[in-house]
């Protein structure tokens, strides 16, 4: 008889080496039958797979791809190849908090949900339900692909769009997938999950890594700008923004969307660009080459929001929503000036009137 999972920890790897197997035995040393391991190898040549055939374990599942087939489809694989009820992608560099794992599966069993994120600690960290007309916003800032889970059988219902797997379109293709699974469902009704209780992936620091991410493309010669500087967010905004026209025919739906867009954008153009522009191994790591002290991070919320306007798919834009675009780049700029100019991360009561403020917008939007 075929073992039940609960759930399936899907892991695509190019050249693992031993971090990789590290990583499969720090898992499997997890007794519970309730998890199994899915490798999806693209075509390595470092020998990893012999070091992991060598583990004797039914709960570990090995694919070899024939051919490398690129990092977005394997990713795909390596979920699509999963049997259990739900499927959590892993880079090959990060680790599981396995302790943990208990009380994140009875997590999963209790919220049943199609699409589930793990956020990290971050400014608006919350856990619960969240509703397709918001999740956009989600999907995009907790963007890391260790924290992508889904329940099984949702993912297994979509055909995932060649765009998803174009690096040239997208540099994060479950934000595509996700739209695929949500737009089925009415706007406002809640199929995603947010997950900020329980810590079940601990990214390996970039200090440790001192390399690029071997399940991802190298960008060189794509004509794309390097990784999370501003350019890079317009770049993809323009690639992704007009898929919204395309599944939201109603304009109400579709302006819906485009603000929980427009936020994870725009967080990630101004604040991402920020915290990846004052670390010295990630400006290394993703090829920026630009001086922080010329760039006026404050000034690129005003700029992205110019440009996003130009980009509006409808034939009148109502003023309500302009207000509502100006109120989330305001807001974001007081994010900006509360962690970064000021740095006191609201634990300063000088700085509490701000926080407040910061809050009650946020829940506002």
Not at 62 to 89: D, H, K, Q, T
Not at 260 to 288: K, N, P
Request: hydrophobic share 35%; net charge negative; with cysteine.
């Amino acid at each position: 008889m075929m073992e039940e999972y609960e759930l399936s920890i899907c892991i695509p790897t190019y050249n693992g080496g031993m971090k990789l197997v590290e990583c499969v035995k720090e898992i499997l040393a997890y007794k519970g039958k309730e998890v199994e391991v899915v490798i999806s190898d693209n075509a390595s040549e470092d020998g990893c797979i012999d070091r992991l055939r060598e583990i004797e374990d039914d709960r570990l599942k090995i694919y070899v791809n024939e051919n490398n087939v690129g990092p977005f489809r394997n990713w795909y694989l390596a979920l699509s190849r999963g049997s259990g009820r739900y499927v959590m992608l892993l880079q090959d560099n990060d680790h599981l908090v396995t302790e943990n794992l208990p009380v994140y599966l009875e997590l999963l069993r209790r919220t049943n949900c199609d699409v589930m994120r793990n956020a990290y600690a971050n400014h608006d960290c919350v856990s619960g339900l969240i509703s397709g007309a918001k999740w956009l916003y989600y999907s995009e800032i907790y963007s890391h692909g260790s924290y992508i889970v889904y329940r099984r059988d949702a993912f297994k219902s979509i055909t995932p769009w060649a765009k998803s797997l174009d690096c040239s379109f997208t540099s994060y293709p479950w934000l595509i997938w996700d739209l695929e699974i949500l737009y089925q469902y009415p706007l406002y009704t809640k199929h995603a999950y947010l997950n900020g209780e329980i810590e079940i992936v601990r990214p390996e620091s970039e200090e440790k890594k001192g390399r690029y991410s071997r399940t991802r493309s190298n960008l060189e010669g794509m004509n794309i700008p390097p990784s999370y500087t501003y350019d890079n967010a317009v770049y993809y905004w323009d690639k992704n923004e007009p898929l919204l026209r395309e599944l939201y025919c109603k304009d109400r739906d579709y302006l819906s969307v485009y603000l929980s867009l427009y936020r994870g954008f725009l967080y990630r153009a101004t604040c991402g660009f920020y915290d990846h522009m004052t670390d010295e191994i990630s400006r290394v790591r993703y090829l920026v080459f630009v001086e922080d002290k010329d760039i006026d991070y404050l000034k690129l919320n005003d700029t992205f929001l110019h440009h996003a306007l130009e980009t509006v798919h409808i034939q009148k834009t109502p003023i309500t929503f302009v207000l509502k675009l100006r109120m989330i780049t305001w807001v974001n700029r007081l994010w900006f000036k509360l962690n970064y100019v000021y740095d006191r991360r609201f634990s300063n009561p000088k700085y509490s009137f701000g926080c407040l403020l910061y809050k009650f917008a946020h829940m506002c939007l």
